[in-house]
C-alpha cells in the first residue's frame, strides 16, 4: 500500500512553454502533498506544500507564478512549470502524507529537460 | 527550524563487510527521523524511520539505526551489504508540531559497494 505515482517520467520541452507534472496516491487519500527539486548529485529542496483544497505554501526562495501547484482532490496535485527555461531543468519528486503524523511516501520522479 | 548533516560525501565498503553512514541533525523541538535509500533515476524508498519508543529501529534489507538523542544522531548500520546496496542514502528529520511529512533533508551519502 501506499504507492505515489507520477506522470510523465521525463518530459524533454522548447524553452517558453508550460509542462505539468501529475502527482497521485493510488491507494490512500492523501491531505498533504510535497513538491520537491533535486539537482544533479544534490540532496532534495522543498519547493511547497500542497493541502487538499488549499492554496499552496511556497519555501522562501520558489516562484509560486512559476511553478503552479494544484491541488485539486485526495489522490491528485499537479506541479506547472510556467515558460520554462534551461535553468528549470531538474529532477522533481513529489511524495504524499495521509495525515499530520504520517511518514511521506514519494513518487518515482519525472525528469525535465528545458531545450 | 532545523538542520542535517550527513558526515560523509561517500562511503566505499567491499561486499559482505559492514557498512555505518552518519547523520546528525540539531533542532530546537522533539523530532522525527527517517533514512530514506534513492537509485539513479528513482524517487525515494524509506528505509525506516524513528518516531517514539525503542531507539533501535530496524528497517528493510537488513539496515538498522540508532537514534540517540543526547548526541543528536541518527547513525545508519548494516552487518554486511551487498553490491545491490549500492545506492544514495538521505537522513531527514521533521518536527513532530508540524507535519510530520514536512522534512528537511541532509545532503546525502554515496555507498558504493566494491566486489
Known amino acids: 500500500g501506499a504507492v505515489v505515482s507520477q506522470h510523465p517520467s521525463w518530459v524533454i520541452c522548447k524553452s517558453g512553454t508550460s509542462v505539468k507534472i501529475e502527482c497521485r496516491s493510488l491507494d490512500f487519500q492523501a491531505t498533504t502533498m510535497f513538491w520537491y527539486r533535486q539537482f544533479p548529485k544534490q540532496s532534495l529542496m522543498l519547493m511547497a506544500t500542497s493541502n487538499e483544497g488549499s492554496k499552496a505554501t511556497y519555501e522562501q526562495g520558489v516562484e509560486k507564478d512559476k511553478f503552479l501547484i494544484n491541488h485539486a482532490s485526495l489522490t491528485l496535485s499537479t506541479l506547472t512549470v510556467t515558460s520554462a527555461h534551461p535553468e528549470d531543468s531538474s529532477f522533481y519528486i513529489c511524495?504524499?502524507?495521509?495525515?499530520?503524523?504520517?511518514?511521506?511516501?514519494f513518487g518515482p520522479g519525472t525528469r525535465l529537460t528545458v531545450l | 527550524a532545523q538542520s542535517v548533516t550527513q558526515l560523509d560525501s561517500q562511503v566505499p565498503v567491499f561486499e559482505e563487510a559492514p557498512v555505518e553512514l552518519r547523520c546528525n541533525y540539531s533542532?530546537?523541538?522533539?523530532?522525527?527521523l527517517f533514512w530514506y535509500v534513492q537509485y539513479p533515476n528513482q524517487g525515494l524508498q524509506l528505509l525506516l524511520k524513528?518516531?517514539?519508543?525503542?531507539?533501535l529501529v530496524k528497517g528493510i534489507n537488513g539496515f538498522e539505526a540508532e537514534f540517540n538523542k543526547s548526541q543528536t544522531s541518527f547513525h545508519l548500520r548494516k552487518p554486511s551489504v551487498h553490491i545491490s546496496d549500492t545506492a544514495e542514502y538521505f537522513c531527514?528529520?521533521?518536527?513532530?508540531?508540524?507535519?510530520?511529512?514536512?522534512?528537511?533533508f541532509g545532503d546525502g551519502t554515496t555507498l558504493t559497494v566494491k566486489p
Open positions: 533542532s530546537s523541538v522533539s523530532v522525527y
Open positions: 511524495s504524499a502524507t495521509r495525515d499530520f503524523t504520517d511518514t511521506q511516501y
Open positions: 524513528y518516531l517514539s519508543g525503542s531507539t
Open positions: 531527514a528529520v521533521s518536527s513532530q508540531d508540524t507535519n510530520a511529512g514536512k522534512s528537511t
